[in-house]
C-alpha cells in the first residue's frame, strides 16, 4: 500500500465516524483525492474533500473540514492534522514513522514498490512490429523504448506481461522488397536489373545483396527469374529479421514472441476469423472484393478484406492476428504500440474487437508521434525508402542505449519530439542520464568507503534521521510505489524518468548537507543511520534505473 492509499483510508476513516456520529450526513463517497502541497506550511498531504462534499450535504466545508478532523487519529503516519480556509484539510507527516520508513525499503530490496495490483491479469503488448523491409530507424527506436519499459512497470505491479514483435512476411511491400533485392544481387553479377521505381532504394539493400552473394556466392543467379526472386527474397527477409533483432538487443529490449504473419494463413487462424466474421454478419460482397463492414463498428468507412484477385488485404489480418490473441491465446488485455503512420489507422482498430465479440476496452492503443534527430542547428527526419535516414543502431552507437532509452522515454509518446544528440552526449549535469547515473555511483562509493572502513550499520539507529536533508530524501523515496502505480493505471511510463531526476536531485542535496562518514568518534551513530538511508537511496534509484532498463553504474 502506497502512503497516498493510507493517507486516504486515514481521512475515509474519519468521515464514516462523523457519519455515524450522525455529525454529517451519511451519503455514499466518491474517491478521496489526496494531494502534496507545494507549501510544505500546508502539511505534506492534503484533501480538499470538504469543499466537494459541501454541495451534497449541504454543510458549509469549514464545518465538514472540522468535523472530519477532529476524528483523524494522531497515531501512525500522522502527527498534525489541521484545518484551512476556505476548506482544505492539510496533514503532517510524524518524523518518526517517516524515518522507520527507511527500515521497509531495505527490508523490500529490490522488490520494493511491486504490488499484486495486477495478479492473474495477462497483457500483451506489441510494439515495433515494423516490416522487415529495411533498418529499424530511430522513430522504431521511441516505441521499443516505450514499450520494453512500460512492460517491465507493469510486472512490477503483478501483471503477467507478454511482449511481441509482429512482423509482416507477407503482402505487397515484401513483393516489392523482393524484386529490390532481387535487382541489386544481380547487378553485382553485371546483369542490368533496375529497382522498381516503388520499390526499397536504399544502400542497405546493396549492402544486403554484397552480404549474400559473399556468404551463398551465385546461389540464385541460376535459377529462373521467379524462383530466385522468391529464394533471395526469403534469404533476404530472413537476414533483416536477425538484424532486428539485433538492435532490439543493444538497446537491451527482448521479446517473449516473434510472430509471422504467414503463421496466421498456415495455422488456419484467418480462415476462422473469415468464418466468424461471415456468420456474424460483418462481410459483404461488392465490387467483386470482400468489405468488412466496419461503419457498423464504429469506423469512418467500410474496409476491403480481400480483393478480388483473392489476396487478403491487411485489414483482414490485423483482424485475425486480434482473434489469435483474444480467442486463442486469450489475453485480458492487449497494448498496441503504433508509430505516428499509423494515426488513421486508428478507428479501424478499436472496431477490429468489436468485430470479434470482444469488449473494445480490453485494447489500448498507444500512439507515439514523430522524432527529430537534432545535430547543433541542423535536423534530420528518417524515411525508410529513400535510405536518407538515421538508423536505430547508428544512433545507439551514437549515443549509448542509456542515453537513448531515457530520452525517448522522456517524453509523453503523445507529443513529437526532438532528440538532441549534443545534450545526449554531454558528461555533465546538464544531461539528466549523467546526473542520475552520477548519483548513483556515488551512492556505491559510500558505501564502498564504509566497507573499506569496516563500518557495520546494520544496527544503526533510523529514529535518529531528522534534519531536513534526510526526511525530504525518505519522503521522495515513498512516491515510488506511487509512481509504479500510476504508470500501471495510465500506461503512462514517462512519469518515471522525471521521478529519477528528483530522487537523484534529492540525494545530491543531502549529501551535501549531511557529512555521512565521519570519522569523529560522537558521530558513529548518525553515521550509521545515514548509512542506512544511502543503503535505502541505492535500492530505489537502482530500481527506477533497471525499470527503465538502464545500467545503474557503480562509478564514473
Not at 512490429?129 to 512490477?156: D, Y
Not at 526532438?418 to 548513483?440: C, G, R, T, W
Not at 564502498?448 to 569496516?454: D, P, Q, W
Request: contains cysteine.
Amino acid at each position: 500500500m502506497t502512503i497516498q492509499e493510507t493517507i486516504r483510508g486515514i481521512v475515509e476513516n474519519a468521515v464514516s465516524k462523523a457519519q455515524t456520529l450522525n455529525e454529517l450526513p451519511d451519503i455514499p463517497l466518491e474517491e478521496i483525492t489526496i494531494d502534496r502541497p507545494q507549501n510544505p506550511e500546508h502539511g505534506d498531504f492534503a484533501s480538499s474533500l470538504p469543499l466537494k462534499l459541501t454541495k451534497v450535504m449541504k454543510v458549509p466545508p469549514m464545518i465538514i473540514a472540522d468535523k472530519v478532523t477532529s476524528h483523524i487519529e494522531i497515531k501512525g503516519p500522522i502527527s498534525k492534522a489541521a484545518v484551512t480556509n476556505p476548506g482544505f484539510i492539510n496533514l503532517f507527516v510524524d518524523s518518526d514513522w517517516l524515518a522507520s520508513q527507511v527500515e521497509l525499503i531495505i527490508k523490500s530490496g529490490d522488490k520494493y514498490g511491486n504490488s499484486a495490483r495486477g495478479s492473474n491479469t495477462h497483457i500483451q503488448i506489441e510494439f515495433v512490429s515494423v516490416n522487415p523491409t529495411g533498418p529499424l530507424h530511430v522513430g522504431h527506436a521511441r516505441g521499443a523504448v516505450f514499450g520494453s519499459a512500460l512492460a517491465e512497470i507493469l510486472m512490477a505491479s503483478g501483471y503477467k506481461v507478454h511482449r511481441e514483435y509482429y512482423f509482416n512476411d507477407a503482402g505487397s511491400q515484401i513483393q516489392k522488397f523482393y524484386s529490390s533485392l532481387y535487382a541489386r544481387y544481380m547487378q553485382l553479377f553485371g546483369r542490368e536489373e533496375l529497382v522498381p521505381e516503388d520499390g526499397y532504394q536504399g544502400q542497405y539493400m546493396v549492402e544486403l545483396a554484397k552480404d549474400i552473394k559473399r556468404d551463398l556466392g551465385a546461389k540464385y543467379h541460376a535459377m529462373t527469374r521467379e524462383d530466385a526472386v522468391s529464394e533471395l527474397g526469403r534469404e533476404g527477409i530472413n537476414r533483416m529479421v536477425e538484424t532486428a533483432k539485433s538492435d532490439m538487443q543493444i538497446l537491451n529490449v527482448s521479446y517473449d514472441t516473434w510472430f509471422e504473419e504467414k503463421s496466421l494463413f498456415s495455422e488456419g487462424q484467418y480462415d476462422r476469423t473469415m468464418k466468424l466474421l461471415s456468420e456474424s454478419g460483418y462481410l459483404t460482397e461488392k465490387d467483386e472484393a470482400t468489405w468488412l463492414k466496419s461503419t457498423s463498428l464504429g469506423d469512418d468507412e467500410d474496409k476491403v478484406m480481400v480483393r478480388r484477385n483473392g489476396i487478403p488485404t491487411y485489414f483482414a489480418t490485423d483482424v485475425a492476428y486480434h482473434y489469435n490473441k483474444f480467442l486463442e491465446r486469450r489475453f485480458d488485455r492487449v497494448i498496441n504500440v503504433l508509430g505516428a503512420d499509423h494515426q488513421g489507422h486508428a478507428r479501424f482498430m478499436k472496431a477490429v474487437p468489436l468485430a470479434i465479440g470482444i469488449n473494445p476496452d480490453r485494447l489500448n492503443l498507444i500512439i507515439y508521434q514523430l522524432v527529430t534527430l537534432k545535430r547543433g542547428q541542423d535536423s534530420v527526419r528518417a524515411s525508410k525508402r529513400s535510405g536518407q535516414m538515421e538508423t536505430l543502431k547508428d544512433l545507439v552507437d551514437d549515443v549509448g542505449p542509456d542515453a537513448c532509452r531515457f530520452f525517448f522515454l522522456s517524453r509523453s509518446p503523445r507529443s513529437q519530439m526532438e532528440f538532441d544528440l549534443d545534450l545526449a552526449k554531454k558528461q555533465s549535469s546538464e544531461n539528466p542520464v549523467f546526473y542520475i547515473q552520477y548519483a548513483h555511483a556515488r551512492i556505491c562509493s559510500i558505501l564502498k568507503l564504509a566497507e573499506k572502513n569496516s563500518i557495520d550499520y546494520s544496527n544503526g539507529n533510523v529514529a535518529l534521521l531528522q534534519h531536513k536533508g534526510e526526511t525530504s530524501l525518505i519522503k521522495k523515496m515513498l512516491e515510488f510505489p506511487e509512481i509504479i502505480q500510476s504508470v500501471s493505471e495510465t500506461l503512462e511510463p514517462h512519469h518515471l524518468p522525471h521521478y529519477s531526476v528528483e530522487l537523484s536531485t534529492m540525494f545530491h542535496w543531502f549529501y551535501e548537507s549531511c557529512r555521512v562518514v565521519s570519522d569523529k568518534p560522537q558521530d558513529v551513530e548518525i553515521t550509521k543511520a545515514r548509512l542506512k538511508l544511502v543503503e535505502a537511496s541505492r535500492i530505489v534509484l537502482n530500481r527506477c534505473l533497471k525499470l527503465m532498463l538502464m545500467s545503474a553504474p557503480t562509478e564514473m
